[in-house]
């Protein structure tokens, strides 16, 4: 029974099956009539689309050029690559496509190829799939603005920064925050000044972001000129090259400055002498006579404008004799309306110059209580005695003013925090700088970064391998003096074209 009903369904699945009218082979039925060995020889699915294309790639920017103009960035076998690929195969869209992807070849081949899979009805309706290997030639071409890159001097906008100052700390916490954000990478060239940098672009949109991200970072205006190049009348095009000015607010960290009467009653009743604890955003003040604390912005700078009485240059050294420090429910008397600083102490103290010790004491109030005891060394401002060209100043009564502002504490000889910092920074590029070149005003920006945490958050600091391994000497182990933490510190790391670690930045050669 078995082998009768065995038989019986062989034949039943034969009866259902017809001769292939090319060779002879039993099918399934088809409108082609045709097995699908003889079928793919007598139709070619993938004709009319090619075998081999060309793809041009920019060695400068790593990019490649997507038809007609337009330059996008793919890795090595990304969506991406495989999509701008496709696009290059003219007759696609007549088959329908079931899958693609790549075979792996040699990085520095310079082929690409992609396998495909495509289906396609033929002869009366039968439907026939087939895969087959695109080969992709990577020819080499600079982009436009590559080209530009290469000219040197071709240029078509032009970011200007500037700041009206004596030293230039604003300026290297702006090169770190460049850095850090990566906000250079799509400019031409880069230009120091004697008073501040150049950044160079292709076209005004790059020079607009740089734009934004300058006046998200640090208070500043700007002004925008124009220039005609060329132009041709026919079609009314112009050729032009813009520039933008901008102008970084003349105040930096440790400047003592003289607010207007409306701007210190519009900020809580603030002394009008006050002291920059640093620049970012906004401009950080601190009344040293009562601690209180307010933050100036960029609008609000500009509206009412204020000069700084003297920089970190004009500063001299004072040796503290006596302090007493004022208790904190006595120091909310002292302040107005605004805000009071629980990070400084306010202290009375007793000073005198280093040639007049035990002869002349001046005695004034400072928020560094915390900070300061007998025989510390202080960089202050002498009020009395100063030669100030300013409005504010001039209109202020004299009385009731401290002789002298204290601004910071002195913790070692310069040489010695040299010898016992263990960290570098990274810096910007320029053509034809001497960036090996240390002055004054770089190494007091690495010691303001030691010195205030809330400064150096949002810098990148690395790890100076060189100078961890070497052990502190005997006298300049000194635990007073404020160093960063290797949990701060990033590692050396030189991947890629990232801009080489040096020991001074190409500002500091101006």
Excluded at 53 to 69: D, N, S, T
Aim: aromatic share 8%.
């Amino acid at each position: 029974m078995e082998y009768m009903e065995t038989g019986g369904s062989d034949e039943s699945s034969l009866a259902c099956k017809i001769l292939c009218c090319q060779c002879g082979t039993p099918i399934e039925p088809n409108p082609a009539n045709m097995c699908v060995a003889c079928l793919r020889t007598q139709v070619d699915i993938s004709e009319g689309i090619p075998k081999q294309a060309v793809i041009y790639f920019c060695k400068g920017c790593e990019r490649y050029l997507q038809p007609p103009e337009q330059w996008i960035k793919c890795s090595l076998e990304s969506r991406e690559l495989l999509g701008l690929c496709l696009a290059k195969l003219k007759g696609l869209n007549r088959v329908r496509l079931i899958d693609a992807g790549f075979v792996w070849t040699e990085p520095h081949s310079k082929r690409i190829k992609v396998k495909l899979t495509i289906q396609a009805e033929v002869l009366g309706g039968a439907v026939l799939q087939q895969v087959f290997v695109v080969d992709f030639v990577v020819n080499g071409q600079f982009c436009e603005d590559c080209h530009r890159v290469e000219a040197k001097d071709f240029w078509k906008a032009n970011v200007q920064v500037r700041q009206k100052t004596d030293h230039k700390k604003t300026f290297y916490y702006l090169e770190q925050l460049i850095l850090k954000h990566k906000a250079h990478e799509s400019t031409l060239g880069i230009k120091p000044t004697h008073e501040g940098i150049d950044f160079f672009y292709a076209n005004e949109g790059q020079a607009k972001k740089m734009l934004d991200f300058l006046t998200s970072v640090v208070p500043c205006r700007y002004q925008v000129s124009k220039t005609v190049i060329s132009q041709d009348i026919h079609s009314n095009t112009y050729n032009c090259k813009f520039t933008y000015s901008v102008e970084i607010v003349p105040v930096c960290k440790d400047c003592v400055v003289c607010l207007p009467s409306k701007l210190a009653h519009q900020l809580g009743g603030i002394g009008q002498i006050c002291v920059v604890q640093r620049v970012s955003s906004t401009i950080h003040l601190i009344d040293p006579f009562s601690g209180q604390i307010a933050e100036v912005n960029s609008n609000s700078y500009w509206r009412t404008p204020f000069n700084a009485l003297s920089g970190t240059k004009q500063l001299a050294e004072y040796v503290v004799m006596d302090i007493e420090i004022i208790r904190d429910h006595e120091k909310r008397t002292f302040a107005g309306q605004g805000a009071v600083s629980f990070k400084h102490v306010l202290a009375d103290v007793w000073v005198c110059r280093p040639n007049e010790v035990g002869t002349n004491e001046i005695h004034t109030r400072t928020h560094l209580g915390h900070l300061l005891k007998p025989g510390d060394i202080v960089m202050g401002y002498d009020l009395a005695n100063c030669n100030v060209n300013d409005d504010n100043f001039d209109k202020m009564n004299r009385d009731n003013m401290a002789d002298v502002v204290l601004v910071k504490k002195m913790y070692a000889d310069k040489s010695v925090r040299n010898r016992r910092r263990k960290f570098k920074l990274r810096h910007l590029d320029a053509d034809g700088m001497d960036v090996t070149s240390v002055n004054r005003d770089y190494t007091d920006f690495l010691e303001d970064l030691e010195e205030d945490p809330a400064f150096r958050q949002n810098i990148n600091i690395y790890k100076d391998e060189r100078k961890a391994a070497v052990a502190v000497e005997v006298g300049d182990a000194d635990d007073e003096i404020p160093q960063i933490t290797l949990q701060e510190m990033l590692d050396d790391l030189h991947i890629g074209d990232e801009n080489p670690i040096t020991g001074a930045s190409v500002l500091a050669t101006q």
